[in-house]
């Protein structure tokens, strides 16, 4: 295993014939957070969806701990062990909150498809599912159907679907966009404590939270990454300020 | 906090361990009581003075349990996976038709199976079928899905009709359910041993797609229903959950074929027509897909009207389909989703006081429902009734449906009660908002 868990070699892709990404290099290693930043149209959800395994690539390479995922279905993908969020929140809406979680360690556990394993009785499962839901700090609506929650709730809970198998690397897009404040901050903390040891990515327009967050943060502009640096030297550079937080952070 | 979860969590699983027969009544009660009044029911029926059963009343229950399991086994598609079939009836059928062959193979002496199994001969049937038309139908979901079974439904009606060896052609596969082989000595000569079978195998089939709702893959079939997207990133292939959901549905819908060929010794190319599947469809809609049960309770008024309704008139087919729209435009929960939604207002024990608001649209619906069937018996006795020479009646009064009175009667029925339930409704309305909404207050919502 390599000490690389994200590794992005000249990665394109193209829709038609407008390239959205146009050759991205990019080395995460293992238990780094790492943030992507850069102005809207950019290609952020796109290069995540590469990543992922929701778009083929049109060329280029993705390794995942050193491994490439080039023609792998999302769901193969999942199963090496990266688990992704969505910028529009993606649960179970008519499943409860309980059953959402529960879904989302069912594969980790190794329960595959059986219909022979009654899910009431699997009481590590459960305990487990529970746990977690009280870490999401959702307890309070374990019963409830998914669709019924608050918007900053259902976010919460798209994290911890993303985060219950136990995957060690985890992409997020855009975890609190739309939250309030006070909800954003309690995301943040949130999302701090559930990748403590995992290699995280994540898509993010509020830079407060981006800086709060990232150990190392990528700059895209255009389909190309025009920086990858610590938060203190990104803040300096002239052709970030120029690209990106010159007009918005001004 | 972690230390208190977990004894919150140990506590949970006490609760859930809760042993003791007490807990398991409270659980199954309900099971059991359908389970003896379903034996119990061809009872009300019996005829004292000759010492028989109604051979109508058997025949219809026997058909009430058999659809029940082809309906639930659609609603595993339909309702817990959200894949629409137009062709069901196939696997269904099919598992008719070699329950049947497994009967002439008995009787021939070429094969040994005790006739109680041989339900479980149908399943395995639609469980074979169901894997081979599953991989075809599950490669794709929604819309394309929907028109894939469409396409193998017709496929395999048209081959019933060219394949004489295993489907018999026009005429079907006749086949004899007194073998002689029975575990338990019984004859299966008498219509009651026969319904006797029949609700053994629905409860069992009944309470085995109850469970399968709460497997893994039960829950995995909810989940990919609601976001297939989200199944992928969790580590499930949405196709391979739809396989395995549409195998075992074909298992179950086996089944009822199976108990099909027992019930009337022959399975002919009806069973896996169109029409059929479109039975299956109706049962759940008016039974409500969202709940387990609601395919059950659709199946008895289908059944109900197809072999009630059926003999008093020509129309009962068109009563169901009204019904079926009435209940996709104003219920698309169906009769469990009726039910349910009275739940907030019973938790808040203000149940009673629906009691007058119902009362009161009642008689204006009978007026206009009176109305409504006055007007299709008039018309369907006009073309089909005078044709059979029949005489029509109102109650015991003999109408001649030439003159306008009963006519005019039937309008004035249907536009009055119509109008005055609209009347009624508004009132019921402004009740029902009413208990909702206190419903809402007190929290009794969920």
Known sequence: MSDVAISLRDVRKSFGRTEIIRGVDLDIPRGQRHAMIGPNGAGKTTLFNLISGRFPLTSGTIALNGRSIGGLAPHEINRLGLSRSFQITSIFPRLTVFENIRCGL????????????????????????????????????????????????????????????????????????????????????????????????????DMSVVFGLADVITVLVYGEVIASDVPARIRGDKAVQEAYLGTEAA | MSADATQRAAQRATLVAAP??????????????????????????????????????????????????????????????????????????????????????????TMWLPVEL?????????????????????????????MITMGLGELVAACALMFMAFFGGEGGISTDRVTGTSLLGVSYSSSWEVYCLVVVWTAIATMAMRLQTQTPLGRMANAARDNFERAQFVGYDPRMVRFYQFTLSGFFAGIGGGLYAIVYEIVTFDTVAASKSATALLATYIGGAGGFFGPLLGTIVVVLLQSGVSLLSNAWLLYVGVLFIVMVMYAPGGLVGIIAQHAPIARTGRLRELV?????????????????????????????????GKAFKIGFHAVDPATAFPWLL?????????????????????????????????????
């Open chain 1, 106 to 205: 069912l594969w980790a556990r190794g329960y595959r498809y059986s219909f022979w394993h009654l899910l009431g009785g699997q009481r590590a499962l459960n305990e487990e599912t529970d746990m977690l839901i009280e870490r999401l700090n959702l307890q309070g609506r374990r019963n409830v159907p998914a669709g019924l929650l608050s918007y900053a709730e259902q976010r919460a809970l798209e994290v911890g679907i993303t985060v219950a198998g136990g995957a060690d690397i985890i992409l997020l897009d855009e975890p609190t966009a739309g939250m309030s404040h006070s909800e954003t901050e309690y995301a943040v903390a949130l999302i701090r404590a559930v990748s403590e040891g995992k290699t995280l990515l994540v898509v993010e327009h």
């Open chain 2, 20 to 109: 003791g027969f007490a807990a398991f009544a409270r659980r199954y009660w309900l099971w059991f009581a359908a389970f003896v009044a379903a034996l119990l029911l061809p009872w009300l029926f019996f005829d004292w003075s000759t010492h028989r059963h109604s051979g109508f009343a058997l025949t219809m229950l026997s058909e009430i349990g058999l659809m029940s399991v082809f309906a639930l086994s659609f609603n595993m598609q339909m309702g817990q996976a959200g894949l629409l079939s137009f062709g069901h009836a196939i696997l269904f059928g099919l598992g008719g038709y070699v329950a049947a062959h497994t009967l002439n193979a008995i009787k021939a002496g």
């Open chain 2, 118 to 146: 041989v339900p479980l001969a149908g399943g395995l049937g639609g469980l074979v079928f169901g894997a081979l038309f599953g991989y075809v139908a599950t490669q794709q979901r929604a819309t394309a899905f929907a």
């Open chain 2, 410 to 446: 039937g309008a004035a029925a249907l536009i009055g009660g119509g109008a005055w339930l609209r009347l009624e409704a508004r009132g019921f309305r402004t009740r029902w908002d009413a208990l909702i909404a206190d419903a809402k207050a007190k929290g009794a919502m969920l």
């Open chain 2, 356 to 388: 007058v608001p119902y009362a009161r649209i009642l008689v204006p619906g009978v007026l206009s429902v009176f109305g409504f069937v006055l007007l299709i018996e008039l018309a369907s006795f006009t073309t089909i009734g005078v044709a059979q």
